[in-house]
């Protein structure tokens, strides 16, 4: 293996999760990188505004994950735009397969996030961020006083229709069947809301709109009548798939393949972290994925102190920034804060 490819931590994935992690890892002085196969950011860089993440009233999503990325670069960590394909134990390492060759890592931090089902209609994609969410709780402030249209149904799609009646005048709820299949409770706080319509037997065939949503296509599943619906968002909850598909049964998964992991980001195996959307029960938004990405980077920062004591620190530039006190420090504390696995 090239010594250019032997790292401290190899991060994968480029999200929230993963630049936090990639904060925290190259400011502690360990040998980072982050591979990524697409856009730096995830779904946040598809995200016209986020308004819900500390600090900052409002920025757009791909700035926010390039300051995110800027940020972390300077403390030394190195990115790289490959597609993983495969991961490996090898003795006390990690071997990385991907795209462009090996990557061998003391410790791991997946946050390859997941992505959401889509519809796969027209006007969809060109519309993300422009009327179509697939996120209510991020967007539907957005549309006050409009009326919107949630695909669904599920938990995830009555619990978005619930929450976007905060905001929005009506919400009509199209599902393909004639009964939903969401939790009883959930099911009848949405039948109780006023502001919440149903349209069932439905399916959404077009997503109308140039600049943004402006309405939909619809078609009765049943009697193949189809019908325009004028709306100013859709938001669409068919479920999501977590990015693990190239890990086989590396790790324990839940039913969904998300990664399970403790209150420390840790999988059963040592050395090999999960954090953000790809783990179970995440919260799926910006500001969770990043306390995600910190918590398995000061976890992977003990256990490489711990497993490898003698392991050299990175970089030896002006200790007052990266400091070889404050990286002492953050193991120290990751030693008192984290309980043995």
């Not at 390492?93 to 060759?101: A, E, F, I, P, Q």
């Not at 620190?313 to 002492?328: F, I, K, T």
């Amino acid at each position: 293996m090239n010594d250019d490819r032997q790292y401290d931590v190899v991060i994968i994935g480029g999200g929230p999760a993963g630049l936090a992690a990639g904060v925290y890892a190259a400011r502690g002085r360990r040998k980072t990188v982050l591979l990524e196969k697409g856009v730096i950011g995830g779904q946040i860089a598809l995200t016209e505004l986020v308004e819900n993440y500390p600090g900052i009233k409002s920025i757009n999503g791909f700035d926010l994950a390039q300051e995110m990325m800027q940020q972390a670069e300077s403390y030394g960590m190195e990115t790289a735009y490959v597609e993983v394909s495969g991961i490996e134990q090898t003795g006390d390492l990690w071997t990385v397969r991907t795209s462009d060759g090996d990557y061998t890592a003391k410790a791991v931090i997946m946050t390859a996030g997941a992505d959401y089902n889509k519809l796969g209609i027209p006007g969809e994609e060109e519309l993300i961020g422009k009327g179509v969410s697939y996120c209510a709780t991020c967007d539907a402030a957005f549309f006050k006083e409009m009326e919107t249209i949630v695909v669904g149904g599920g938990d995830a799609a009555l619990e978005e229709a619930i929450f976007t009646t905060r905001y929005a005048n009506k919400v009509t709820l199209v599902h393909r069947r004639d009964e939903l299949r969401g939790s009883a409770i959930l099911q009848e706080r949405a039948f109780a809301n006023d502001k919440i319509d149903f349209k069932w037997d439905t399916v959404v065939t077009d997503v109308l709109g140039d600049e943004h949503v402006t309405g939909v296509k619809l078609k009765d599943v049943k009697t193949g009548e189809e019908s325009e619906m004028a709306t100013s968002a859709v938001f669409i909850f068919i479920g999501q798939h977590p990015n693990t598909d190239f890990m086989g049964d590396l790790v324990p998964m839940d039913k969904g393949q998300h990664i399970v992991v403790d209150e420390w980001m840790r999988t059963p195996q040592p050395g090999f972290f999960a954090a953000g959307d790809v783990r179970q029960n995440s919260a799926r938004q910006v500001a969770s994925s990043v306390g995600d990405g910190v918590t398995a980077a000061i976890a992977a920062e003990h256990y490489i102190g711990e497993k490898f004591p003698d392991a050299e620190l990175h970089s030896a530039e002006d200790d007052a920034h990266l400091g070889g006190p404050r990286a002492q420090a953050m193991r120290e504390k990751a030693d008192e804060a984290l309980p043995r696995a």
